[in-house]
Every structure is written in structure tokens, then in C-alpha cells.
T-cell receptor, first 111, second 115 residues
Framework: DGGITQSPKYLFRKEGQNVTLSCEQN?????MYWYRQDPGQGLRLIYY???????QKGDIAEGYSVSREKKESFPLTVTSAQKNPTAFYLC??????????FGPGTRLTVL | AQSVTQPDIHITVSEGASLELRCNYS??????LFWYVQSPGQGLQLLLK??????LVQGIKGFEAEFKRSQSSFNLRKPSVHWSDAAEYFC?????????????FGAGTQVVVTP
């Protein structure tokens, strides 16, 4: 089955902790994206990557970091510098300049 | 500045009635356009897209959308809604000159379907 998987589905973080959200795709897509979704605000782009070992900041990159060591994987780390990390995080992938397909999401809650 | 506006935050419609969701955009380049649907706690599912050609686009689940360049709009329609259409709908716009394929999303329209 081709698709995008995200894990975990739910994640809880204590103040001052870094946490890493996983995103894997087996669609052979070159581009991958991370979005943050808050109620009433739509989706906002955090980071994106077009090729392995290269990525670019999106609109709200502060407090987040990513890596792209493999074409299939694009993990997102939410660092302690992110002041308000509670949100729903969505990963997407696409061929270049083509339709983005989304994973099921990870809901992160700060305790 | 590039922007996408979905003027209606919330729409209530009776089952069997028609539905129209509005999307307006402000983009300097030739846009490509999408509508996605999201059920609670889920990811986004693509309903339809417009890249070029016929401005009336057919999608899944009986939805269609019309691109009107003169009005900078890409409104989504369905002739007869089903209870399963209750969800949040997002319009998204990208610039055809943007090699990264970055999308700008609207804030979403929540659709409630009543019996």
C-alpha cells in the first residue's frame, strides 16, 4: 500500500523537552512538507524539502528543526524553543510542482 | 502579498440541498488551485485540483469547482449534500512559477449537515 505514515498519532511533551515526529512516505515523491494546524488558522508551512540533505524554512520555522537523510523520511523535531507547540502537525509529500498528499497527522500536547 | 480567503467560517446545510463554498485568492503569478477536505482528527484528502485547461473541474464525491480568473475565485459546489459531507474544507493555492510547489491555505470552512 502506497502512502504517507505519521507517528505517533498522539504525543505529549513536558515543558523544556524536545520531541520528534516521524513522517515516512513510499510514494517515491521528491518533495516533503511539514505543516502546523491550529483551529481557525488553516495550515501553516514549517519546513519543506525537495531533495535529500536539503531543506528550506517555511513561514513558521522558529523552534523547529528537520532532517532529510533519506528520500522516504522527513522527521520534525519540536524543540524547547517553540513557545506554543500544542497543535496538530501534518506531513505531506508530492512530486515536484504537483499535488500534495497528506498523512494522518500527529496531535502534540504540552503538559 | 499572496493570500487565500475563505469568507465563510461555518456553513449549515440540509441533507439533499446544494452547497457552495467560496474561495478567493490574491496571487501575482498564474495560480494552481486545490480543494481538500478534512474529517475531525484526520489528514487532508484531495477533492479536486486545477492546473490549466477547462475551468470547470470535476472531483471526487460529486464535487466540482470553477476557476474564474476575472474574479480570482475557485468556488466549490455540490448539487446535493449527504450527511457524510460534514467536514472542514480547505482551499489552497500555489504559484506555477514556484518550483517548490509551496501552497497557501485558506482558514477553512466548517460544513454541518442537518437531517
Amino acid at each position: 500500500d502506497g502512502g504517507i505514515t505519521q507517528s505517533p498519532k498522539y504525543l505529549f511533551r513536558k515543558e523544556g523537552q524536545n520531541v520528534t515526529l516521524s513522517c515516512e512516505q513510499n510514494l517515491n515523491h521528491d518533495a516533503m512538507y511539514w505543516y502546523r494546524q491550529d483551529p481557525g488558522q488553516g495550515l501553516r508551512l514549517i519546513y519543506y524539502s525537495q531533495i535529500v540533505n536539503d531543506f528550506q524554512k517555511g513561514d513558521i520555522a522558529e523552534g523547529y528543526s528537520v532532517s532529510r537523510e533519506k528520500k522516504e523520511s522527513f522527521p520534525l523535531t519540536v524543540t524547547s524553543a517553540q513557545k506554543n507547540p500544542t497543535a496538530f502537525y501534518l506531513c505531506a509529500s508530492s512530486k515536484l510542482k504537483d499535488t500534495q498528499y497528506f498523512g494522518p497527522g500527529t496531535r502534540l500536547t504540552v503538559l | 502579498a499572496q493570500s487565500v480567503t475563505q469568507p465563510d467560517i461555518h456553513i449549515t446545510v440540509s441533507e439533499g440541498a446544494s452547497l457552495e463554498l467560496r474561495c478567493n485568492y490574491s496571487y501575482g503569478a498564474t495560480p494552481y488551485l486545490f480543494w481538500y477536505v478534512q474529517s475531525p482528527g484526520q489528514g487532508l484528502q484531495l477533492l479536486l485540483k486545477y492546473f490549466s485547461g477547462d475551468t470547470l473541474v470535476q472531483g471526487i464525491k460529486g464535487f466540482e469547482a470553477e476557476f474564474k480568473r476575472s474574479q480570482s475565485s475557485f468556488n466549490l459546489r455540490k448539487p446535493s449534500v449527504h450527511w457524510s459531507d460534514a467536514a472542514e474544507y480547505f482551499c489552497a493555492v500555489g504559484a506555477s512559477t514556484d518550483s517548490w510547489g509551496k501552497l497557501q491555505f485558506g482558514a477553512g470552512t466548517q460544513v454541518v449537515v442537518t437531517p
